[in-house]
């Protein structure tokens, strides 16, 4: 099994930061690729940053410029810095691996998911 724990969200108010944490532990034997989504209310969850063991990077328009992601992969963890915060910002941020794990003695690719972190931009 792979667990996913994020970290760091919190209430900012706009033009504020905020870095979140994500560390994934468990059975896993390799990450491709670590990412964060978004879900606000009412809407589809969507992609915000991702970035692979080869710390190819790619971020939402929306983000560009304001948000920053980065890795460890020592720690298996990836952080989003997030800057310049708008309300439009408000939403449940979601880590995502997307990674090779052994579950039930054999090596499998899978996308692990945590269980998200409220981030809320308001004054």
């Known amino acids: 099994q792979v667990q996913l724990v994020e970290s760091g969200g919190g209430l900012v108010q706009p033009g504020g930061s905020l870095r979140l944490s994500c560390k994934a532990s468990?059975?896993?034997?390799?990450?491709?690729?670590m990412g964060w989504y978004r879900q606000a209310p009412g809407k589809q969850r969507e992609l915000v940053a991702t970035?692979?063991?080869?710390?190819?990077?790619n971020y939402a328009d929306s983000v560009k410029g304001r948000f920053a992601i980065s890795r460890d992969n020592a720690k298996n963890t990836v952080y989003l810095q997030m800057s310049s915060l708008k309300p439009e910002d408000t939403a449940v941020y979601y880590c995502?691996?997307?990674?090779?794990?052994?579950?039930?003695?054999?090596?499998?690719?899978?996308?692990?998911w945590g269980q998200g972190t409220q981030v809320t931009v308001s004054s």
């Open positions: 995502k691996a997307d990674a090779d794990a052994i579950e039930w003695g054999v090596r499998r690719r899978n996308d692990y």
């Open positions: 970035i692979t063991s080869g710390d190819r990077i």
């Open positions: 468990g059975s896993i034997v390799s990450i491709y690729a």
